[in-house]
Every structure is written in structure tokens, then in C-alpha cells.
């Protein structure tokens, strides 16, 4: 796969489409917590690089809703790291089932889980018709978002 490809390199994003998202998420340079298919269930991809510094991270949230589950719903946000007393509330609730805790994903996850995201100056929440889109054309159009979560480039 090129390293950066451009929103018209459709066979880039056809394989792209059949990648699980933690494989996609290390193509961006992000981190990944979620099902495989991010498209067909659910997933965030999140840049942790300011977490410890600053006790950010920008994130991009992927699920279904609507009838049917048809609708796919996208969501840029920020994600802050909690005061001590609740991030240990917060990776109890979120960990509570996982035999390895301690890293800066799981915190990040732990805070999203705990309290949500704010928006960003991204766009808001992107919807697909899932019947109308294939998953390749939704990774071609969400390309410029990750890109933008990933500090690469704005979109």
C-alpha cells in the first residue's frame, strides 16, 4: 500500500476495506480499540501522542444505529484524561474483564468509556447509508479525517 495515498487511489482503499481496524489504525499511525470491522460493528481510533504531556487525545468513534443498524455513524472528539479518583473509577468500570491494564490505550479508552468525547473542530458526526456505501468508499471518504485525527493533515 502507498504511504500516502490520495482519495482517487480506489484499489488503496479496496484493501484498505478488508483490513481489521487495529491494522488500519497502525497505517495512520493511530491506536485502535473495537471490533475487527469497524464498519460492520463498532471501533475508535485514537492519537495518544499528548497523552501523557498534555492529557489529550483526539479520537475518531465509529458505530451503527438507525433502522436496521443501516445508518453508520462517525464522530470526531477529543478525549481528557480524568482526575486521579475517577480515572481509577473509570478503568475498574472499563477493565473490568482485562488481564492486561496499565497502558496509555487502555486509559484512553477507560476515559472515553467513562465520559465521552467533546466534539472537535473537525466535522460533525458523518452518516452512511451502510446499504448505499460500500466499506472501501467509506474508508476513501473518511480518509482525510484520519489523516486530520492523526496530525497529518487537516481536513
Known amino acids: 500500500m502507498t504511504a500516502t495515498p490520495t482519495v482517487y487511489d480506489n484499489d488503496y482503499f479496496r484493501r484498505l476495506a478488508t483490513l481489521p481496524g487495529w491494522e ?12 475487527p470491522d469497524p464498519i460492520e460493528n463498532w471501533g475508535v481510533f485514537y492519537d495518544g501522542r499528548h497523552w501523557e504531556a498534555h492529557g489529550v487525545a483526539a479520537s475518531l468513534q465509529l458505530y451503527r444505529s ?16 480524568l482526575a486521579p479518583d475517577l480515572m481509577t473509577k473509570a478503568t475498574a ?9 496499565g497502558n496509555t490505550l487502555d486509559e484512553i479508552a477507560a476515559c472515553h468509556q ?14 452512511y447509508d451502510t446499504a448505499a456505501w460500500e466499506a472501501w468508499r467509506v474508508w476513501a471518504s473518511l480518509h482525510p479525517t484520519l489523516l486530520a485525527v492523526a496530525g497529518k493533515g487537516a481536513k
Not at 488500519?24 to 471490533?35: F, M, P, V
Open 114 to 127: 467513562w465520559s465521552g468525547a467533546r466534539p472537535t473542530g473537525l466535522d460533525d458526526s458523518l452518516l
Open 24 to 35: 488500519i489504525a497502525t497505517r495512520y499511525g493511530l491506536t485502535y480499540d473495537g471490533e
Open 93 to 101: 468500570y472499563a477493565l473490568a474483564d482485562a488481564t492486561e491494564t
Open 66 to 81: 438507525g433502522a436496521g443498524n443501516r445508518t453508520l455513524i462517525v464522530t470526531p472528539g477529543t478525549v481528557h484524561k
